[in-house]
């Protein structure tokens, strides 16, 4: 038989996807399954992206630019000055969804063995790019004690080595829902300059922050023109994760043109997804609002259902979509898996990702779930009751 790569057997499973056949085989037995594992919201895609396709009267869908359509280009980069991101668009690259982004800000500045920090828990993937270009991931880890504040910077100068090339932040964060202050990111400002290292910051969920506060970008950094790299995606900003559309957007010329080789060898983004992101941007506030106010509620009404049963502690996120509980289990992983396998409750069931698989230190996460506040708040009542009679059932729950 030939070969298997060994890349391809360090390439790290999703914690989010993987138990989908378990889930899949529920639903066949007639099981109603509450998706709280992955980042599909319910909310409806803005309507101008639904119509923008829909409208399409062209004859060829051809290639666009490898850069992207500069009339989307334009578009986003006022879009980004009026969140007070001052860029031009040629600073900016669309990409196949945020992933793309983050790959090819990866391979435009680091090289195999090269070394990155991230504060764990991470988004799951950032590993999965990391493995896939050779690059090492270096965590700092924060706790859910705190609510998985920043670790202190002593913490990140501490792991920094000849091989360090960056610190990617997620913010906010995915998975814990924490939101860094521009405090935190002065803070970061300041090793980075000392060691002349990138700043890769995931702003993807920059709407949904619940502090009442501006949201802070990187790219607000003073002298940081050479050193912040952006990645952006319209996926969850107007609920259209199917479009696969993504931004990176950096001062850094030279990062820009590297990535450009990378971005024709892939040819060109979607053409319709770019369509659709063009539209979007001119989204009325109105449905930023519906959406929030939304969100808000939802994440008031788990946290608080979710502390209510005995031995779960979650702390309250102040952005994006997620949460992380502390379970009473043995094991995260194995109580995921019989909540699809072995359990129901009228004939539901919920779906969880382990949180095991968003830390890099082995060990850590073990008996913690990330929850994706996704669904209408009844969904998310008949969820939390089948969380609530599953860990009461469970073998392995520790605290009954």
């Known amino acids: 038989m030939p070969k298997i790569s060994q890349r391809?057997?360090?390439m790290p499973q999703s914690p989010i996807r993987k138990l989908m056949p378990y889930a899949e085989e529920a639903k066949r037995k007639g099981i109603k399954v509450y998706h709280l594992n992955i980042g599909q919201p319910d909310i409806p895609t803005a309507p101008l992206m639904l119509e923008a396709v829909k409208s399409y009267v062209g004859r060829v869908v051809e290639y666009s630019h490898s850069a992207g359509n500069e009339s989307y280009r334009k578009k986003l980069a006022q879009y980004y000055c009026k969140q007070g991101i001052n860029v031009d668009y040629n600073d900016v690259l669309i990409t196949t969804g945020g992933s793309e982004a983050i790959n090819f800000a990866f391979l435009s500045t680091m090289d195999p063995g090269d070394e990155i920090i991230i504060p764990e828990p991470f988004y799951a993937?950032?590993?999965?790019?990391?493995?896939?270009?050779?690059?090492?991931?270096?965590?700092?880890?924060?706790?859910?004690?705190?609510?998985?504040?920043?670790?202190?910077?002593?913490?990140?100068?501490?792991?920094?080595?000849?091989?360090?090339?960056?610190?990617?932040?997620?913010?906010?964060?995915?998975?814990?829902?924490?939101?860094?202050?521009?405090?935190?990111?002065?803070?970061?400002r300041r090793i980075v300059k000392k060691y002349d290292l990138y700043l890769y910051a995931d702003e993807v969920y920059r709407e949904f922050c619940y502090t009442g506060e501006k949201f802070f970008s990187v790219m607000e950094l003073e002298g940081m023109e050479q050193n912040t790299i952006l990645i952006d995606s319209v996926s969850k900003r107007y609920s259209a994760c199917g479009v696969r559309i993504g931004a990176m957007v950096t001062r850094n010329k030279e990062v820009v043109n590297i990535a450009m080789?990378?971005?024709?060898?892939?040819?060109?983004?979607?053409?319709?997804?770019?369509?659709?992101?063009?539209?979007?941007?001119?989204?009325?506030?109105?449905?930023?609002?519906?959406?929030?106010?939304?969100?808000?509620?939802?994440?008031?009404?788990?946290?608080?259902?979710?502390?209510?049963?005995?031995?779960?502690?979650?702390?309250?996120?102040?952005?994006?979509?997620?949460?992380?509980?502390?379970?009473?289990?043995?094991?995260?992983?194995?109580?995921?898996?019989?909540?699809?396998?072995?359990?129901?409750?009228?004939?539901?069931?919920?779906?969880?990702?382990?949180?095991?698989?968003?830390?890099?230190?082995?060990?850590?996460?073990?008996?913690?779930?990330?929850?994706?506040?996704?669904?209408?708040?009844?969904?998310?009542?008949?969820?939390?009751?089948?969380?609530?009679?599953?860990?009461?059932?469970?073998?392995?729950?520790?605290?009954?």
């Open 261 to 400: 080789r990378y971005a024709m060898a892939r040819l060109s983004p979607p053409s319709f997804g770019q369509m659709a992101g063009e539209a979007a941007i001119d989204t009325p506030a109105e449905y930023f609002e519906v959406a929030y106010n939304e969100y808000l509620a939802r994440r008031n009404f788990l946290v608080e259902r979710l502390n209510k049963i005995k031995g779960v502690f979650c702390p309250l996120p102040k952005g994006a979509f997620y949460t992380i509980a502390h379970l009473p289990v043995d094991d995260a992983e194995k109580f995921a898996t019989w909540l699809l396998k072995d359990f129901e409750y009228n004939n539901q069931t919920v779906m969880l990702a382990p949180a095991a698989g968003f830390y890099a230190t082995p060990g850590l996460g073990k008996s913690e779930v990330r929850i994706a506040y996704v669904l209408n708040i009844n969904d998310l009542t008949n969820a939390v009751e089948c969380l609530k009679k599953a860990l009461q059932e469970y073998p392995g729950t520790k605290v009954k």
């Open 125 to 188: 993937n950032y590993n999965s790019f990391a493995s896939a270009v050779g690059v090492h991931v270096v965590p700092v880890t924060s706790s859910i004690q705190n609510g998985f504040s920043l670790p202190p910077v002593e913490e990140f100068e501490k792991v920094i080595t000849a091989r360090t090339r960056g610190i990617m932040l997620s913010n906010p964060n995915n998975p814990t829902g924490c939101l860094y202050s521009r405090d935190d990111l002065e803070e970061l």
């Open 8 to 10: 391809g057997i360090d």
